[in-house]
T-cell receptor, first 111, second 112 residues
């Protein structure tokens, strides 16, 4: 059964700093998604990664996928307070549209 | 111009009651889903429907019954509610075989 793990679970970082969130998954997949969730809100799609070596960037966030290592990273550059949220990765199990979500990383950016 | 909508947003009820949550999408998608997010924020898929046909049916108590009257709607009916059913339930939709699943605003269910 596909398992998806994220680390860290909680990340407190200062504005202006860089950091990376890691998403590991246990079985072969080439479709990985990153979502953002603000407290009490819905999930907002950030990135869709559909092949090995895929890299996508939006503002201060950059996501990449290494299907051989079964690893995706979400890199945060020069963090700002507005990035404070919980970030989830999700893996599509065998292209079934069945998303298996990671545990989430709660990011808190402070001045 | 809401894409995926759910009603109600909040639902507070007693154990043993039966309740329904409704979901509608106006994105023209052919696949809809129900997810459950527990108190630890863990998200787990429950069901998915494609063109009114049940595709994914996870290990969910049979007290939970999804119904899709048409491909734009997917409702969730829950019988004999239990304390452990308290959670946030999210509806989502996508076009089959393509990428992003779009999530609704969620329904926070509290069972007393």
């Amino acid at each position: 059964e596909l398992k998806v793990e994220q680390n860290p679970l909680f990340l407190s970082m200062q504005e202006g700093k860089n950091y990376t969130i890691y998403c590991n998954y246990s079985t072969t997949s080439d479709r990985l998604y990153w979502y953002r969730q603000d407290p009490g809100k819905s999930l907002e799609s950030l990135f869709v990664l559909l092949s090995n070596g895929a890299v996508k960037q939006e503002g201060r966030l950059m996501a990449s996928l290494d299907t051989k290592a079964r690893l995706s990273t979400l890199h945060i550059t020069a963090a700002v307070h507005d990035l404070s949220a919980t970030y989830f990765c999700a893996v599509d199990q065998l292209r079934t549209d069945k998303l298996i979500f990671g545990t989430g990383t709660r990011l808190q950016v402070f001045p | 111009d809401t894409a995926v909508s759910q009603t109600p947003k909040y639902l507070v009820t007693q154990m043993g009651n039966d309740k329904s949550i409704k979901c509608e999408q106006n994105l023209g998608h052919d696949t809809m889903y129900w997810y459950k997010q527990d108190s630890k924020k863990f998200l787990k898929i429950m069901f998915s429907y494609n063109n009114k046909e049940l595709i994914i049916n996870e290990t969910v108590p049979n007290r939970f019954s999804p119904k899709s009257p048409d491909k734009a709607h997917l409702n969730l009916h829950i019988n004999s509610l239990e304390l452990g059913d308290s959670a946030v339930y999210f509806c989502a939709s996508s076009s089959q075989g393509t990428d992003t699943q779009y999530f609704g605003p969620g329904t926070r269910l509290t069972v007393l």
